[in-house]
């Protein structure tokens, strides 16, 4: 298993000073969503040739390697012509994560709230179907896995409706990032060997890349983000599981700040190894 993280954790920083940091700390494999990570750029369409040039040149002189181009749109959105938009960004953002050798592209899909109706959830759920099926046709076409994330308060909030669009889209192109603590919520923490073992049976022989970050329950019940070592989830157990049938997969450190980014990687570093 190979460690990375999320580069604009490190804030919106120039291209040469944003890897130079990221690799001083010890990664040499990054989630990169060019809008938010390097400065200058607000957006894919202000990405050019030479940006992209600029950025493989870094790359190679700071020996990083792109596990997951990062791209954040909402696939399931309610609204279809809203929703096309959306996947027109992703088509183009395909593009460029071909180019910079990525492994995959990946996104989230939309946001929803818990008390949301079966009937929204079912359409928005349709609605993302649709997108995944226009970008996976284009990574065949092209050679580029697409990568989608579960989250549990978004159109694709469940191990099963997981396992539901990997068989609507039956391509060797569409896999999953798993995000464990994007599938918490204050009800399941305290099952989550149940959790994970819904998760590996529904999508483990797809998982592309792993995050991590830390979770717990605070005083009044609710989750509050925390650092890995006083984190709640169970990194352990899923760890053990991924290096044992995808050992291949990077583990991303999502939300870290860049003071403790050492300390987190030797913390990574001793449960995967």
Known sequence: MNIGLRAHDYGKKPLEELFKRISDDGFHEIQLAIPKAIEGVNSLEDV?????????????????????????????????????????????????????????????????????????????????????????????????????????????????LTKELLERIPSERLKIIFDPVNLLTAKNIGEQEKLWNRAFDCFGDKIAALHMKGTRLNETGELEKTNLQDNAANFKRIIDWVKTNKPETTVLREEIKPIEAKIDRAFMAELIK
């Open 48 to 160: 050019d040739e030479s940006l992209l040039k600029d950025i493989k040149l870094a790359m190679e002189k700071y020996d990083i390697a792109i596990p997951v181009f990062g791209c954040y749109v909402e696939l399931g959105h309610l609204d279809s012509i809203e929703r096309q938009k959306h996947v027109e960004r992703f088509l183009l953002g395909m593009d460029f994560a071909k180019y910079l050798g990525a492994r995959c592209i990946g996104s989230e899909t939309t946001h929803f709230s818990m008390d949301s109706t079966d009937e929204e959830r079912r359409i928005a759920f349709e609605g993302l179907v649709d997108s995944v099926e226009q970008i996976v046709k284009k990574g065949e076409e092209i050679g580029l896995d697409v990568a989608i994330e579960p989250v549990a308060l978004h159109t694709l909030n469940t191990p099963e």
